[in-house]
């Protein structure tokens, strides 16, 4: 186990890893030296894009306790360029990360969603008092 997270250390073989090495292809649109972006290839909006930092963090909490300053700006300036670029801005977008089993994330590797190009619905349900 991470010790800053409670998730499995970091797994070299994951698909954003692989996606990073250039061993398997991506629609990049954005890349720089602290983060990458492409298209998802199972998208869930008319726009979905995913940002991954370059480095190898697992979580939110991973990256936020192990990166160093100018990677944790480098890769949220990127998320905001992407979206920027992406003309999301005016209309408006969502950001999302999952993180760990209950949270839905899927691949280990610390990643945003950037989902625009209609209205979103409610993230979560409203509850009932």
């Known amino acids: 186990m991470s010790a800053t997270t409670g998730l499995p250390p970091y797994d070299d073989s994951n698909i954003f890893a692989k996606i990073l090495r250039g061993e398997i292809p991506s629609r990049r649109i954005h890349e720089d030296d602290h983060a990458v972006a492409f298209h998802d290839i199972n998208p869930q909006a008319p726009v979905h894009v995913l940002v991954i930092p370059r480095g190898r963090y697992v979580s939110l909490a991973d990256f936020s306790a192990q990166a160093s300053d100018a990677e944790i ?20 977008y969502r950001v999302l990360s999952n993180m760990g089993p209950e949270g839905g994330q899927e691949v280990p590797h610390f990643h945003v969603h950037i989902f625009g190009g209609k209205r979103l619905g409610r993230m979560v349900p409203a509850t009932e008092r």
């Open 73 to 92: 700006a480098g890769f949220w300036r990127a998320v905001g360029r992407v979206a920027r670029e992406l003309g999301l801005e005016g209309s408006g």
